[in-house]
């Protein structure tokens, strides 16, 4: 049996039917874990011209199975990471502002996959957050937020994100049952790995296809940029 699944990349208010579909999931899968709070959640980032979006859908099925975004910081919106720790009184904007003097700052939030056997098989969670990392680098972003539970974190570890030293402990967020981490990533140091060597392709060719082997299933994975001629220039992978 082979099957197709695409990762496709794209600015959200270029494709609001696509957005608002994702993001209607997404409040699917919190609602499932009682989750009601969480800001990433939040459907203001349909208009933000900041927020860009992937997913990765079952070609043979029509179905998106996971999705993920980046919001770039900017002057006028708030990342969902600053709203979020508002609640606990930090203010993370005076140092989201002095890092923007050095470069492009964005945030990776809104990272959901549904529960099906393929999503565990071709660990999709990973997947997702690897062309995260490709499409950072597309933007120049060099700095890049996350705030993760503690059951996600060796996912977050294995594609580059680590603790953040100014906040040592972890907050309880969205509710009392979640330890939550501020995180921090950046975006133009990707680990050599397989997964990485196939975006560091990506990067300079933004129709990657490959095959994966999986139970004896082949699975056809394939990348796509959409509209992202408007982007700076991609920035040239260093060792």
Same mark, same amino acid.
């Given at each position: 049996?082979?099957?197709?699944?695409?990762?496709?990349?794209?600015?959200?208010?270029?494709?609001?039917?696509?957005?608002?579909?994702?993001?209607?999931?997404?409040?699917?899968?919190?609602?499932?874990?009682?989750?009601?709070?969480?800001?990433?959640?939040?459907?203001?980032?349909?208009?933000?011209?900041?927020?860009?979006?992937?997913?990765?859908?079952?070609?043979?099925?029509?179905?998106?199975?996971?999705?993920?975004?980046?919001?770039?910081?900017?002057?006028?919106?708030?990342? @969902? &990471?600053?709203?979020?720790?508002?609640?606990?009184?930090?203010? #993370? /904007?005076?140092? $989201? %502002?002095?890092?923007?003097?050095?470069?492009?700052?964005?945030?990776?939030?809104?990272?959901?996959?549904?529960?099906?056997?393929?999503?565990?098989?071709?660990?999709?969670?990973?997947?997702?957050?690897?062309?995260?990392?490709?499409?950072?680098?597309?933007?120049?972003?060099?700095?890049?937020?996350?705030?993760?539970?503690?059951?996600?974190?060796?996912?977050?570890?294995?594609?580059?994100?680590?603790?953040?030293?100014?906040?040592?402990?972890?907050?309880?967020?969205?509710?009392?049952?979640?330890?939550?981490?501020?995180?921090?990533?950046? @975006? &133009?140091?990707?680990?050599?790995?397989?997964?990485?060597?196939? #975006? /560091?392709?990506? $990067? %300079?060719?933004?129709?990657?296809?490959?095959?994966?082997?999986?139970?004896?299933?082949?699975?056809?994975?394939?990348?796509?940029?959409?509209?992202?001629?408007?982007?700076?220039?991609?920035?040239?992978?260093?060792?």
């Amino acid at each position: 049996m082979i099957s197709s699944i695409k990762l496709i990349a794209f600015k959200a208010v270029d494709n609001l039917e696509i957005a608002q579909h994702i993001y209607d999931e997404h409040k699917k899968r919190l609602a499932e874990f009682n989750i009601t709070t969480i800001t990433s959640s939040c459907a203001s980032w349909l208009t933000n011209p900041s927020v860009y979006c992937i997913y990765a859908i079952d070609e043979d099925r029509n179905k998106i199975l996971g999705a993920i975004r980046i919001h770039l910081a900017d002057p006028f919106n708030c990342l @969902p &990471i600053e709203d979020a720790l508002s609640q606990f009184n930090v203010n #993370l /904007r005076p140092g $989201i %502002n002095k890092l923007m003097q050095n470069g492009m700052v964005a945030e990776s939030c809104g990272l959901w996959c549904t529960g099906e056997n393929i999503v565990k098989k071709i660990n999709l969670s990973t997947k997702l957050f690897s062309f995260e990392t490709a499409i950072c680098r597309y933007l120049n972003v060099q700095y890049c937020f996350g705030f993760g539970p503690s059951h996600n974190l060796d996912i977050c570890f294995k594609t580059g994100f680590r603790k953040h030293e100014q906040f040592p402990y972890p907050f309880s967020y969205p509710n009392e049952k979640y330890q939550s981490w501020v995180l921090y990533k950046n @975006p &133009i140091s990707l680990k050599d790995d397989k997964e990485d060597a196939k #975006l /560091r392709i990506l $990067i %300079n060719d933004p129709h990657l296809v490959y095959r994966s082997e999986v139970d004896n299933n082949s699975i056809i994975i394939k990348y796509e940029l959409l509209n992202f001629d408007h982007c700076l220039d991609p920035v040239e992978y260093q060792k």
